[in-house]
């Protein structure tokens, strides 16, 4: 199994461009989670997923949007990029909500100029 | 909303020493809480949960509800715990589903 995977590891985008992060895990888990992580700020939610085809908001969900048209990949996308974006993106997934343990991706370092 | 604090960004022992990473949340009741740790160039992965008081990496977590505490704790720091390390309370009512990490505080280990 790969667990959780993360398409790109980097980009590095121009202000006002788009793009979509994809997230990918074969565990059959229902639940899954994208996070920024800024220094001094640690882990924040932007929106997750309790299931194919829901959506949530989380702490900062302003400037992105999600999809989860399938139960294995979470979207995460940036219509308009700007530098406030500039993070490390990590997706997670679990089988169920908490208790249950959160897999986490390897992680995507985005930066808007 | 459910609130976690960590107050130390920074911790920094010797090899041998004891640790303790504070944590600290916002609500009352029983909570289900976990540490995720975050070591080098790797994914952040869970250390260990509340529920199942167990000893992961020589590390122990108690739950102090009069304090609504749980600090994570090694009576014998290790050189290989240096690492970032997550206090995560989860989510209540309308944000069941979800967990509050909290900003983390980096544990260096000297030798």
């Known amino acids: 199994n790969a667990g959780v995977t993360q398409t790109p590891k980097f980009r590095v985008l121009k202000t006002g461009q788009s793009m979509t992060l994809l997230c990918a895990q074969d565990?059959?888990?229902?639940?899954m989670y994208w996070y920024r992580q800024d220094p001094g700020m640690g882990l924040r939610l932007i929106h997750y997923?309790?299931?194919?085809?829901?959506?949530a908001k989380g702490e900062v969900p302003d400037g992105y949007n999600v999809s989860r048209l399938k139960k294995q990949n979470f979207l995460l996308g940036l219509e308009s990029a700007a530098p406030s974006q500039t993070s490390v993106y990590f997706c997670?997934?679990?089988?169920?909500?908490?208790?249950?343990?959160?897999?986490f991706g390897p992680g995507t370092r985005l930066t808007v100029l | 909303a459910q609130r976690v604090t960590q107050p130390e960004k920074l911790l920094s022992v010797f090899k041998g020493a004891p640790v303790e990473l504070k944590c600290n949340y916002s609500?009352?009741?029983?909570?289900?809480l976990f540490w995720y740790v975050q070591y080098s160039r790797q994914r952040l992965q869970l250390l260990l949960r509340?529920?199942s008081r167990e000893s992961i990496k020589g590390f122990t977590a108690d739950l102090n509800k009069g304090e609504t505490s749980f600090h994570l704790k090694k009576p014998f720091a290790q050189e290989e715990d240096s690492a970032m390390y997550y206090c995560?309370?989860?989510?209540?009512?309308?944000?069941?589903?979800?967990?509050?990490f909290g900003r983390g505080t980096q544990l260096t280990v000297w030798p």
């Open positions: 997670a997934s679990s089988y169920t909500g908490p208790p249950d343990t959160q897999y």
């Open positions: 995560a309370p989860p989510g209540r009512g309308s944000t069941l589903g979800r967990l509050y």
């Open positions: 609500y009352s009741g029983s909570p289900e």
């Open positions: 509340h529920i």
């Open positions: 997923s309790v299931g194919e085809g829901t959506t």
């Open positions: 565990m059959n888990h229902e639940y």
